[in-house]
C-alpha cells in the first residue's frame, strides 16, 4: 500500500514560470491537504480539497495560486507567476475522511525560484 | 485563534540525554494533541496523540501528557539516540477550526 507521493521531489523555476506539484493520495483517501513550509516557519495549511471539490481555501495566497483534484489523477497545486518568495517546501497530505486529525504526509517537493 | 508554541531549536543533546520539548496551545473548546517527526528529507510521521485531558500518548520512548490545566503537550524522552535527530513538531485538530493547525518545529541534534 504505497504512501503519498509527491513529484517531483525538487522543482527549479525561473521568476514568472509556472510550478506545478502533483500528489496522489494513498489508496482509499478522498480527502487531499497542502501544506507549506517557509524557511524558519512551521507548516502553514493552503488548502483541502476532495475529489472535484474545494473544501477550504482559507489558506491559499489570493493570486497565482490555484488547486485541484480531479476525479481521475492526482491532486495538482499550480503557482504561475513564481516569484523568490514563492520557495519553500510544498507537503501533501491525505485521509480516509473529513476528520483530518490523522494526516499522512508525502515527502514533499521543494521548490525553489531563482 | 487556535494556534501552537513550541521551543526554539536548535536542540542540541549527547546520545542518552533526557529531552524535553516544550508545546503551549491556544484553542476552543477541547482539541486533540499530536506530535510529528520530520526525518531528514522526509515528509511527516505522525509520533503520538493525545485525544483529552490527562491522556497520555506514548511512542518509541517518547513522550506526551495533555494538560489541560496549563494548556501543554511536552515531548519527553528519557535517553535519546543519534537515529531521533529529527524535527519534531507540535499540533492541534479541533478547537475553532477543522483543520491540523502546526507549531513551528524544533530541530533536536543528538550527537554521539
Known amino acids: 500500500n504505497a504512501g503519498v507521493m509527491q513529484n517531483p521531489r525538487h522543482l527549479v523555476r525561473r521568476r514568472g514560470q509556472e510550478a506545478r506539484l502533483r500528489c496522489s493520495p494513498m489508496k482509499g483517501h478522498s480527502h487531499v491537504y497542502w501544506y507549506r513550509q517557509l524557511p524558519e516557519e512551521g507548516l502553514k495549511f493552503m488548502v483541502y480539497?476532495?475529489?472535484?471539490?474545494?473544501?477550504?481555501e482559507s489558506g491559499m495566497p489570493k493570486e497565482r495560486f490555484s488547486a485541484e483534484f480531479p476525479k481521475e489523477g492526482p491532486s495538482i497545486l499550480r503557482i504561475q507567476q513564481v516569484v523568490r518568495g514563492d520557495s519553500a517546501a510544498y507537503f501533501c497530505?491525505?485521509?480516509?475522511?473529513?476528520?483530518?486529525?490523522?494526516?499522512?504526509f508525502g515527502s514533499g517537493t521543494q521548490l525553489s525560484v531563482l | 485563534g487556535d494556534s501552537v508554541t513550541q521551543m526554539e531549536g536548535p536542540v542540541t543533546l549527547s546520545e542518552e540525554a533526557f529531552l524535553t520539548i516544550n508545546c503551549t496551545y491556544t484553542?476552543?473548546?477541547?482539541?486533540?494533541l499530536f506530535w510529528y517527526v520530520q526525518y531528514p528529507g522526509e515528509g511527516l510521521q505522525l509520533l503520538l496523540k493525545?485525544?483529552?485531558?490527562?491522556d497520555k500518548g506514548s511512542n518509541k520512548g517518547f513522550e506526551a501528557t495533555y494538560r489541560k490545566e496549563t494548556t501543554s503537550f511536552h515531548l519527553e524522552k528519557g535517553s535519546v539516540q543519534v537515529s531521533d535527530s529529527a524535527v519534531y513538531f507540535c499540533a492541534l485538530y479541533g478547537g475553532a477550526t477543522n483543520k491540523l493547525i502546526f507549531g513551528t518545529g524544533t530541530l533536536l541534534a543528538v550527537q554521539p
Open positions: 484553542a476552543t473548546g477541547y482539541p486533540s
Open positions: 497530505a491525505s485521509s480516509p475522511d473529513r476528520r483530518n486529525e490523522k494526516l499522512f
Open positions: 480539497l476532495q475529489k472535484e471539490n474545494i473544501i477550504d
Open positions: 493525545a485525544t483529552k485531558a490527562d
